[in-house]
């Protein structure tokens, strides 16, 4: 048994599985909150009700009819059985932190500090990152319960200006992947959190009081869809910086929080459009323009100002205090050197010369030492302990080539 070996291909499960896990109860999680979205949008006065008081909808799915009836404050009575939705959420969170801890806690040197940015020990990253996280939820919810916390739209502006600077800070501290990820771990913490720590509190004190035959107070209720409609404005950013991190040209410019602000805005107005439409308000089409006008000024904010975009533009690269920062000196042995110099960095260089690779895949670079040893275990699961790369092993890397990475690779 190899332990030097074992434990990258352990670890890569456990982030599959993770990844899967997170994956299927956001999706579980966001579609829950997009059916009560839209069924609060849909529903309409029923004699059953009064007015005021609540509303039905009538929906056909999987072969069978529903008649759905909301109580606006409360019901007349509690049946036993009432369906709770809140661990899609939880899980959701669970999961996503695991996933955070498993990818850039763990491998804090490979995906969350970058030295150019700022040289901090693994440490300080994830007492940085797990303390913005946590900051982001105490700010947020003193909003909500501030005098500002009235008027929706305040709250939205607010919620904005902190959101794109939390952006702001974590790329001044962290990874620009790294950064982005914590953007959206805000955001997401400060959903599930609304979940946790005042809507399901809120519900249970609604069912106490109809338990105890008194009539509950409705502000419960009302604090409970205001929170909720809240984190149905943030689903679609939130996933955006989620997946955003498999995708470079979107975190690379140094604008990296201009980006943070139109996906905001994108996948807000996005949401307006289908709470309105779903509420028969009709079709608000000036949405889909304004996240449009988003998507064309976040597509041109990375072509001129990441190096991949301002090199297939053909401009001259923007000098950043990353590139002018001296290299630092390490050692790799020349034979490595010279099989990742002679079949990966054809491809894996900031100006690839191998036809058809116009950047750097995945912003991943195998051009210099420095380089070679940061994405060491990245090169180990790739070309050693997968035959990955390169790709179709199209630079026909040899044998005794991919022998001469384990052994450096997994050298201790
Ligand atoms: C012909 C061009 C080419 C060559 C040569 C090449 N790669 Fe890649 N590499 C790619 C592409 C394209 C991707 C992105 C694959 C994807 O998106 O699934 C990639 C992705 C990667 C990744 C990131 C994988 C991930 O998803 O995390 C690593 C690490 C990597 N390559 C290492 C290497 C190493 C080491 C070599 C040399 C032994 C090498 N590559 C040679 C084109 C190349």
Same mark, same amino acid.
């Given at each position: ?18 990844? %899967? ?6 999706? &579980? ?5 997009? @059916? ?7 529903? *309409?006065? $029923? ?10 909808? %009538? ?24 369906? %709770? ?20 806690? @763990?491998?804090? $040197? ?14 300080? &990253? ?23 916390? *009235? ?27 790294? &950064? ?8 997401? $913490? ?14 249970? /004190?609604?069912? &106490? ?15 409970? /869809? ?11 950013? =939130? ?7 498999? @995708? ?21 107005? =996005? *949401? ?31 072509? $001129?100002?990441?190096?991949?975009? *301002? ?76 035959? #990955? ?17 384990? #052994? %450096?690779?997994?050298?201790?």
């Amino acid at each position: 048994m190899e332990p030097a070996l074992l434990e990258p291909i352990l670890h890569e499960f456990g982030s599959l599985l993770l990844r %899967w896990a997170h994956i299927v109860a956001g999706m &579980a999680w966001i579609g829950a909150s997009f @059916y009560f979205m839209h069924l609060d949008a849909a529903l *309409r006065p $029923t004699p059953q009700i009064p007015a005021g008081k609540g509303g039905e909808a %009538w929906e056909v799915h999987g072969g069978g009819f529903y008649q759905v009836k909301k109580y606006l404050v409360a019901p007349e009575f509690l049946p036993d059985h009432l369906i %709770w939705h809140k661990w899609e959420s939880y899980f959701t969170w669970i999961t996503g932190a695991l996933l955070l801890v498993w990818t850039y806690y @763990y491998q804090a $040197t490979l995906f969350l500090i970058d030295p150019a940015v700022l040289a901090l020990t693994p440490w300080q &990253a994830f007492g940085i990152g797990a303390g913005g996280i946590a900051f982001g939820w105490i700010f947020y919810d003193l909003v909500c319960r501030s005098p500002l916390g *009235r008027s929706d739209l305040y709250v939205g502006i607010v919620v904005f200006v902190f959101v794109v600077g939390m952006a702001l800070f974590f790329q001044n501290v962290f990874s620009p992947r790294g &950064a982005f990820v914590h953007t959206g771990a805000v955001m997401a $913490t400060i959903m599930t959190a609304n979940v946790f720590l005042i809507i399901q509190p809120n519900q249970r /004190k609604v069912v &106490a009081a109809l338990k105890a035959g008194q009539e509950p107070d409705p502000k419960y209720g009302k604090i409970g /869809k205001l929170r909720s409609s809240h984190n149905n404005y943030f689903t679609l950013p =939130v996933i955006f910086l989620m997946m955003s991190n498999h @995708y470079p040209i979107t975190y690379s410019t140094p604008y990296a929080f201009v980006i943070v602000a139109l996906a905001l805005i994108g996948g807000a107005v =996005v *949401r307006v459009f289908y709470n309105r439409r779903h509420a028969g308000h009709g079709n608000a089409w000036w949405c889909w323009g304004v996240a449009f006008a988003c998507l064309i000024a976040a597509i041109a904010l990375c072509l $001129t100002t990441t190096p991949q975009g *301002r090199l297939a533009l053909g401009l001259p690269a923007l000098v950043s205090t990353a590139e002018a920062a001296p290299a630092p000196v390490v050692e790799v042995p020349p034979q490595v050197q010279d099989v990742v110099m002679g079949r990966c960095s054809m491809c894996h260089t900031a100006e690839p010369v191998y036809e058809g690779i116009a950047t750097a895949p995945r912003g991943i670079l195998l051009d210099t030492p420095a380089a070679m040893e940061r994405n060491k275990s990245l090169i180990l699961m790739q070309s050693v302990l997968t035959h #990955a790369m390169p790709p179709n092993n199209i630079t026909e890397i040899t044998p005794e080539e991919r022998a001469a990475l384990k #052994a %450096w690779a997994t050298a201790r």
